[in-house]
């Protein structure tokens, strides 16, 4: 078990689909990152939240648009997703939003999604 | 890119073997750390090292870093089956505020 929930675990949707992936933690961490991991790679930065603003964005496409709600929530809202998004999409959560090499992340469990 | 590369790629073991795998990066860093994926999980953050530290140890685990090579080695001792994982090397270079992932070692422990 681990200390970042998401949900949900499994999403499989349509490409005209509009869907949210949903990230919470209660351990009282002030930055919170998606990731997304292709099979057989490492996990790639897609966004960076720092006290609820959004700090980083790597050049993510406007069909993933990130929202956080309040320091413990974090969401991920999808829309006309192309099949080459299929992915383990992971949310993350640190202490120290400016250090994050000094802040080890604490991951959830993934929503693995397949677009049709 | 930032991105570290991992050698090797995979790997298989017995149990009761020990494991190293390798981890380089291109840019100056302050600090260096690994975790641990199991199949379909999300990350475990196993330990952390910072840039004038050389060596460092937690349970079986023991971290090398050597600045000047811009390397780091991750060494498990008599590795169970349960550690059958990948292994992944992250690292923040820079000014910049991002945590990259090392392209990972995927290791089998054979029981």
């Known amino acids: 078990d681990t200390e970042v929930t998401q949900t949900p675990k499994h999403l499989v949707m349509g490409m005209t689909n509009k869907k949210s992936l949903k990230c919470e933690q209660h351990m009282g961490h002030r930055a919170m990152y998606w990731y997304k991991q292709k099979a057989k790679k490492p996990p790639e930065l897609m966004f960076v939240?720092?006290?609820?603003?959004?700090?980083i964005n790597e050049s993510v496409p406007s069909r993933f648009s990130p929202e956080c709600p309040n320091s413990s929530l974090l969401n991920l809202h999808l829309h006309a997703l192309q099949p080459e998004d299929s992915a383990l999409y992971l949310c993350?959560?640190?202490?120290?939003?400016?250090?994050?090499?000094?802040?080890?992340?604490?991951f959830g469990n993934g929503t693995r999604l397949t677009v049709t | 890119s930032q991105q570290g590369e991992e050698d090797p790629q995979a790997l298989s073991i017995q149990e009761g073997e020990n494991a190293t795998m390798n981890c380089s990066y291109k840019t100056s860093i302050n600090n260096l750390q690994w975790y641990r994926q199991n199949s379909g999980r999300g990350l475990v953050h196993l330990i952390l090292?910072?840039?004038?530290?050389r060596e460092k140890h937690s349970g079986r685990l023991r971290v090398t870093l050597d600045t000047s090579k811009k390397s780091s080695s991750l060494l498990i001792t008599a590795s169970r089956a349960a550690d059958t994982a990948s292994y992944f090397c992250?690292?923040?270079?820079?000014?910049?505020?991002?945590?990259?992932f090392g392209t990972g070692t995927l290791l089998a422990v054979q029981p």
């Open positions: 993350a959560s640190s202490h120290h939003p400016h250090r994050v090499d000094n802040s080890p992340l604490h």
């Open positions: 992250a690292t923040a270079g820079g000014a910049t505020n991002k945590l990259i």
């Open positions: 939240y720092s006290y609820e603003k959004l700090s």
């Open positions: 090292i910072r840039s004038n530290e």
